[in-house]
């Protein structure tokens, strides 16, 4: 359980800070999940896929985790979320999308099209309430993903996600959950799926089943959350599934093969210039070798632990502290 006593954010298994009895018709929906659609992501001069799973793929993990609801939000597109709701399944499909701002990320659910890019973060949410969705701010105190954190109490969100799953280190919550409890907005948890084993770590609880009934409670101020954080396992088999996956479009761009899906990953590897390639795809080789592999996991996780403690203690601390 993480603490809500002062001090550091004890990091478990479980994240669920609600003390209220959920009802026992209760649904679980992962609201913040990727495919293979949601492009390129960027680690100073490295680029990779943000993300690795097929539309199906993320359905069909949804379905064994038991959830009723599984949303995708890849970043400035719907084609991911129209392609798994197309799908056959006992799980419905919400479409959404994780809209880049020009003041940090939003959510929009329940879309019928996509949301233009690189808007202010009032006018995104706008669009969003235009298209009869409802707007989300995930990891809002993220100290590696861009966030809304500075606006939040401004803006005419309807929900707020108080924990995401892939933000293993806990302090990103644990400020989350201390500075948005008072503020009028849906709590919500997600996963932050990159990878299909990591859907339904981290999920919203509601009231009901369907995705209409998700809606209403998220616009009644009505949801919780609960789940757990990725497993390390799962962020080093993540790193090498998108690290096979940069491989093999590399390869085959070389080869002279068609590109292996429409995707605008692909598009941009087989856009860049043969010595890129060539350099991207010799990396690929050296990153695989199992002891890098491993290494680049534990540095890059205690990265992240580290600058969110930095966070944390700016934000938190000060507060906590005896007088």
């Given amino acids: 359980m993480t603490s809500r006593a002062h001090g550091a954010p004890v990091l478990g298994k479980r994240i669920s800070t609600n003390t209220q009895i959920i009802p026992r018709m209760v649904g679980r929906a992962d609201l913040h999940t990727h495919t293979k659609y949601s492009g390129m992501s960027k680690l100073r001069f490295l680029r990779f896929p943000d993300a690795v799973s097929e539309p199906l793929e993320v359905v069909q993990s949804a379905e064994r985790r038991g959830l009723d609801i599984v949303c995708i939000t890849d970043h400035d597109t719907i084609k991911g979320a129209e392609k798994a709701a197309k799908e056959n399944s006992t799980v419905e499909?919400?479409?959404?999308?994780?809209?880049?701002?020009?003041?940090?990320e939003i959510i929009g659910l329940f879309l019928t099209e996509?949301?233009?890019?690189?808007?202010?973060?009032?006018?995104?949410?706008?669009?969003?309430?235009?298209?009869?969705?409802?707007?989300?701010?995930?990891?809002?105190?993220s100290a590696h993903c861009n966030s809304v954190a500075g606006k939040l109490a401004d803006l005419d969100l309807d929900g707020v996600e108080l924990f995401?799953?892939?933000?293993?280190?806990?302090?990103?919550?644990?400020?989350?959950?201390?500075k948005c409890e008072s503020l009028p907005f849906a709590k919500t948890g997600g996963s932050d799926a990159h990878a299909p084993m990591m859907v339904g770590d981290g999920y919203t609880t509601f009231e009901g089943a369907t995705g209409e009934?998700?809606?209403?409670?998220i616009l009644s101020r009505k949801t919780s959350f609960d789940g757990r954080y990725t497993t390390f396992r799962d962020f080093v088999w993540l790193t090498t599934l998108?690290?096979?996956?940069?491989q093999r479009t590399l390869l085959s761009s070389l080869m002279g093969?068609?590109?292996?899906?429409?995707?605008?990953?692909?598009?941009?590897?087989?856009?860049?210039?043969?010595?890129?390639?060539?350099?991207?795809?010799?990396?690929?080789?050296?990153?695989?070798?199992?002891?890098?592999?491993l290494a680049a996991g534990i540095i890059a996780d205690k990265l992240h632990s580290s600058r969110s403690?930095?966070?944390?203690?700016?934000?938190?601390?000060?507060?906590t502290a005896p007088y």
């Fill in 242 to 246: 998108m690290t096979l996956n940069l």
């Fill in 114 to 141: 996509a949301v233009p890019r690189d808007l202010t973060a009032e006018d995104t949410i706008d669009c969003i309430h235009s298209l009869g969705g409802v707007a989300i701010a995930p990891h809002p105190f």
């Fill in 309 to 319: 403690r930095l966070k944390w203690k700016e934000l938190v601390e000060p507060c």
């Fill in 257 to 293: 093969a068609g590109m292996p899906d429409d995707s605008s990953c692909s598009r941009e590897i087989f856009n860049a210039r043969a010595v890129t390639r060539l350099v991207g795809l010799a990396g690929t080789m050296v990153f695989l070798m199992p002891p890098v592999t």
């Fill in 164 to 178: 995401n799953a892939f933000h293993r280190d806990g302090y990103a919550n644990d400020i989350a959950q201390r």
């Fill in 213 to 217: 009934e998700l809606r209403r409670t």
């Fill in 93 to 104: 499909v919400v479409v959404g999308e994780e809209v880049s701002t020009s003041d940090g």
